[in-house]
């Protein structure tokens, strides 16, 4: 039987680590070697008992390890189901439903089941949270938008709520879930596009402010910042207001947004065909236990 995964991660003792990885693009050797830094087996793999990895979705396509990442993180949910959480990436979802865009790379017959079945049996969600003391956060691939947020989800005040309604969309409202905007659909935006396709620079960011954020966020999929091109991205007349107050670690490939309420945490290393160097997964060290139960089991 397939384990039920849950909505909300908890640290259960005060020693617990939560590394949320950025998008990994096919590139098994990055993802090996960040795995050690944090703290897995140099020889089995396996994660130290003291660390859960939430992983952002978007690991295949792009490098040239795909089938081979997609096994490793089998691997994880099969042997340590409850310290790896995966959650689902527009380019996972193009062998979850009918792709809405071209890709000249494809993952074999055996990795796309195995995507299926980690969502039929819900080892790959779309959403998780983590509490730690003073802040919360969301964690999806792309961002809940604040569009989405009032008008999908309506406007849940907690990270842990906001996790609960996205999950409850699976299979009951999938189109709402996978609405795509700029990033799909060239210039046309979608201040409510959903937490799998929202573009950071167009449709994320502009829509939070004018709108407290109830709670923090992390995501992948994209950044505010263009890694490569040493720039910020420009959407809007809000971009010079956004690079204000954002903040750039270059070394892990972090930016983070700092709002009213809360921030929105970028961690999108940016790979190509090969890795951008270097980059690391976000830490969360929460200095309490958390005692959330998750939705469809309890938390971690």
């Known amino acids: 039987m397939t384990p039920d995964r849950p909505d909300t991660v908890r640290a259960e003792r005060p020693a617990h680590r939560v590394a949320v990885v950025g998008d990994v693009a ?22 130290p008992d003291d660390l859960t990895i939430i992983q952002v979705g978007d690991l295949v396509h792009r490098g040239p390890a795909s089938d081979a990442v997609v096994a490793l993180v089998d691997g994880y949910l099969t042997h340590q189901p409850t310290q790896w959480v995966q959650l689902v990436g527009n380019h996972e979802a193009q062998y979850l439903r009918d792709p809405v865009f071209d890709w000249p790379e494809r993952i074999s017959d055996r990795s796309r089941d195995t995507l299926r079945r980690w969502w039929a049996g819900g080892q790959m969600r779309v959403a998780t949270c983590v509490g730690a003391d003073a802040e919360s956060f969301l964690i999806t691939h792309a961002g809940v938008t604040a569009g989405f947020w009032r008008g999908t989800l309506g406007a849940p005040s907690s990270a842990e709520q906001a996790a609960t309604t996205i999950n409850s969309l699976i299979g009951t409202d999938d189109g709402a879930l996978f609405r795509a905007g700029t990033m799909l659909h060239g210039r046309r935006r979608a201040r409510s596009a959903g937490p799998v396709w929202a573009a950071t620079a167009a449709e994320l960011l ?9 709670f923090s966020q992390i995501h992948g999929h994209d950044s505010i910042f263009d890694w490569q ?9 809000s971009a010079d207001d956004l690079a204000r107050l954002t903040v750039l670690d270059e070394e892990a490939k972090h930016e983070s947004t700092v709002l009213a309420g809360g921030r929105i945490i970028g961690i999108d290393p940016g790979h190509g065909g090969r890795p951008h160097t ?23």
């Open 26 to 47: 096919g590139h098994l050797d990055e993802l090996r070697t960040e795995l050690r830094r944090l703290g897995a087996d140099g020889g089995t793999g396996r994660l």
């Open 206 to 214: 502009p829509g939070w402010l004018a709108t407290t954020l109830p």
């Open 278 to 300: 270097p980059w690391r997964a976000w830490e969360i060290r929460p200095r309490r236990a958390q005692a959330v139960p998750g939705v469809g089991g309890s938390g971690i």
């Open 229 to 237: 091109r040493r720039r910020f991205r420009s959407a809007d007349d």
